[in-house]
């Protein structure tokens, strides 16, 4: 729900001109690097660096840049209001730390719409492990969910805790490996996906 990826391509930009070049930063690597945890990307490209200082690094400039790297997705706000609105618990599972999670969210204001958010450092295994998620549904007390992710191990993730998944097909050249990773449906607008909630929440998915 956040477009998070001019700001994560930015900073790997960022860590690579330290390290290596921005050349080596290639196209498929900015594709690849949209979904793994970052300390898993980390020690693939830097062995040679300790992983802590690549982490620091790529977080001091994000955080220098944030606000305006960052953004809610298109119509990401209106569907979290919809979903206040109608009274569906909602929750946010992300590779990102808690604290730049929930500050992200503040400075956009879907704090106040989004129930529990858990972060990298919250969870003993990340996706496409399904703890975050099966922590989010016990918390919310919920028996069924719906995951939405814009990345293969988003939708690995939603399906090893047996949510319904939801690929949000925000970036062409995603779409061909996201529909590979076989999600229970597809959206390109996060407004469709209202219909999607309501026939899950009536049996109808």
């Keep these: 729900v956040m477009d998070t990826e001019p700001a994560i391509i930015a900073s790997y930009y960022h860590v690579f001109e330290l390290h290596r070049t921005r050349d080596d930063f290639t196209p498929e690597l900015q594709v690849e690097v949209l979904g793994p945890a970052l300390d898993v990307e980390m020690k693939k490209f830097f062995p040679e660096i300790p992983v802590d200082a690549c982490l620091q690094e790529y977080r001091d400039f994000q955080n220098a840049h944030i606000q305006e790297l960052i953004q809610p997705m298109e119509h990401a706000m209106d569907l979290f209001v919809w979903l206040k609105e109608e009274g569906f618990p909602t929750g946010l599972i992300s590779t990102r730390l808690s604290q730049s999670l929930r500050h992200i969210s503040q400075l956009t204001g879907m704090d106040q719409y989004v129930d529990i958010m858990i972060g990298h450092d919250e969870v003993v295994n990340d996706k496409p492990d399904p703890e975050g998620i099966l922590l989010a549904m016990k918390d919310l007390q919920c028996t069924r969910s719906i995951y939405v992710?814009?990345?293969?191990?988003?939708?690995?993730?939603?399906?090893?805790?047996?949510?319904?998944?939801?690929?949000?097909?925000?970036?062409?050249?995603?779409?061909?490996?996201?529909?590979?990773?076989?999600?229970d449906d597809c959206v390109y607008d996060l407004l469709d996906l209202k219909k999607i909630i309501t026939d899950y929440n009536e049996g109808e998915h």
């Design 149 to 183: 992710g814009d990345s293969t191990t988003d939708i690995k993730a939603g399906k090893n805790a047996g949510s319904c998944t939801v690929a949000a097909l925000t970036k062409p050249e995603k779409e061909e490996a996201l529909r590979a990773s076989n999600p």
